[in-house]
């Protein structure tokens, strides 16, 4: 019982600062913060994150480049170029990791209105801060652990980010149905999503890029957009108005 608490407590709290933080902050400004909470929410995004933090800046940078070419062979993650999801993911990670350490110059139009904290990205993208975490989570399940089974869970933890990446990517541009006619290839895959907490809603992202919400029917539930109203309304955050 423990070790599914602390997996499904990694999976979803990974997963809300990758969908708040890096998508929805640092790639697209719905909201705005002062520094005082950008900095506390980076940090929590490298703490949940752990061994698979993913640098705001690249992820943004990455993640303009998908809007702007998506589902084109320019796109850096589509799945219509590649045989499965271990490929697109191998080509994912390479695109990303030149964006991480700066050896490819993005676009103009790409750069600039992310965060950027360059002493925890540094941190956070050593090879001696992700075994750490690694490390950590191999001796939590060593303490806890009542089967050998769940031994198997922990790849997923070394790579959460990537895994959320990859699922999103994947299913989000093939299966599902489609609220609009964006030409790409984008789906929702799912009506309700709960497990991804709003990110396979990917037709109506695409279609409205700027907006919070994901949903767009009224039984498109995104989970997270209910917690940033809440924040707009305690003024820890600022939510911008969506122009589609």
């Given amino acids: 019982m423990i070790i599914l608490i602390f997996f499904l407590g990694h999976w979803f709290l990974s997963l809300f600062f990758q969908t708040f933080f890096l998508h929805r902050y640092a790639s697209h400004k719905m909201f705005t913060t002062n520094k005082f909470f950008e900095r506390v929410f980076y940090m929590m995004t490298y703490l949940f994150q752990g061994s698979s933090f993913l640098n705001p800046r690249a992820y943004a940078i990455m993640h303009r480049e998908h809007h ?5 062979e320019k796109d850096p993650h589509s799945p219509h170029f590649f045989t499965d999801v271990f490929q697109m993911s191998w080509y994912t990670a390479k695109s990303y990791k030149m964006h991480e350490r700066r050896l490819k110059e ?4 790409f750069k600039g209105n992310y965060p950027e904290w ?4 540094y941190i956070g993208s050593s090879m001696i801060s992700r075994l750490i975490f690694g490390g950590l989570y191999v001796a939590f399940y060593v303490a806890f652990a009542e089967y050998w089974w769940m031994f198997l869970l922990l790849p997923i933890h ?8 990859a699922i999103v990517n994947w299913c989000g541009h093939k299966y599902g149905y489609a609220n609009f006619d964006n030409n790409d290839k984008s789906k929702n895959t799912t009506p309700f999503d709960f497990l991804m907490l709003g990110e396979l809603f990917q037709n109506n992202h695409h279609k409205r890029p700027n907006s919070a919400n ?3 029917k009224w039984f498109e539930i995104d989970p997270v957009y209910p917690v940033m109203k809440l924040m707009h309304w305690m003024r820890i955050i600022k939510l911008r108005k969506a122009y589609s």
Avoid: C, K, N, V
């Fill in 68 to 72: 702007a070419y998506s589902d084109t």
């Fill in 106 to 109: 993005p676009e103009e139009r």
């Fill in 118 to 121: 360059r002493f925890l990205d």
């Fill in 158 to 165: 070394f790579l959460m980010g990537p895994i959320h990446g």
């Fill in 214 to 216: 994901f949903g767009a």
